[in-house]
T-cell receptor, first 114, second 112 residues
Framework: DVKVTQSSRYLVKRTGEKVFLECVQD?????MFWYRQDPGLGLRLIYF???????EKGDIPEGYSVSREKKERFSLILESASTNQTSMYLC?????????????FGSGTQLSVL | RKEVEQDPGPFNVPEGATVAFNCTYS??????FFWYRQDCRKEPKLLMS???SGNEDGRFTAQLNRASQYISLLIRDSKLSDSATYLC?????????????FGSGTKLNVKP
């Protein structure tokens, strides 16, 4: 089974802190994604990457950056955390695009910014 | 207009009932379709892919209607353990990477 591992299950940070969320997948997937999920808004794509050092903005990239130096690892960075970034963050991966390629999720990081 | 739309529910049904959810998508060139299940405070997990010919997995049946641009999920003989939020996911054609569009989910409560 594909395993997508997120470094923290719960995280509490202060406004203005720099926050790193780490994600590692063990199935050699090309594509990796960061989503945030908020009640009533569903999953929203922040950034995705389809190859090492390649990144594309999703629907809500403001206030975030990403890094993909190795194929298995995709990091989400909050340069200066704000209270409106309190959310559940979900990392996901999938193989190279083709019919019916699925998304596999990590268990999520619940981030609280105080 | 949202790429994928779902009725948020909740659908409250008794054990043993049959329940169906629909999900509409806006891009007629969409390529792949999925239903994911998400338990409270957990990550979404793939329930089933949706094929053009329709497919069944035990008590779950998924169907695709390309002409009307919707997919459906039917759950027969509902169990308490089916209580969850069901997410509809669609991917468009024409990318060299997969871009997944999520509905906001339909909440199902199965009651004793």
């Amino acid at each position: 089974d594909v395993k997508v591992t997120q470094s923290s299950r719960y995280l509490v940070k202060r406004t203005g802190e720099k926050v790193f969320l780490e994600c590692v997948q063990d199935m050699d997937h090309e594509n990796m994604f960061w989503y945030r999920q908020d009640p009533g808004l569903g999953l929203r794509l922040i950034y995705f990457s389809y190859d090492v050092k390649m990144k594309e903005k999703g629907d809500i990239p403001e206030g975030y950056s990403v890094s993909r130096e190795k194929k298995e690892r995709f990091s989400l960075i909050l340069e200066s955390a704000s209270t409106n970034q309190t959310s559940m963050y979900l990392c996901a991966s999938s193989p190279l695009a083709g019919a019916n390629e699925k998304l596999f999720f990590g268990s999520g990081t619940q981030l609280s910014v105080l | 207009r949202k790429e994928v739309e779902q009725d948020p529910g909740p659908f409250n049904v008794p054990e043993g009932a049959t329940v169906a959810f629909n999900c509409t998508y806006s891009n007629s060139a969409s390529q792949s379709f999925f239903w994911y299940r998400q338990d409270c405070r957990k990550e979404p997990k793939l329930l089933m892919s949706v094929y053009s010919s329709g497919n069944e997995d035990g008590r779950f049946t998924a169907q695709l209607n390309r002409a009307s641009q919707y997919i459906s999920l039917l759950i027969r003989d509902s169990k308490l353990s089916d209580s969850a939020t069901y997410l509809c996911v669609v991917t468009p054609r024409g990318y060299n990477f997969n871009k997944f569009y999520f509905g906001s989910g339909t909440k199902l409560n199965v009651k004793p």
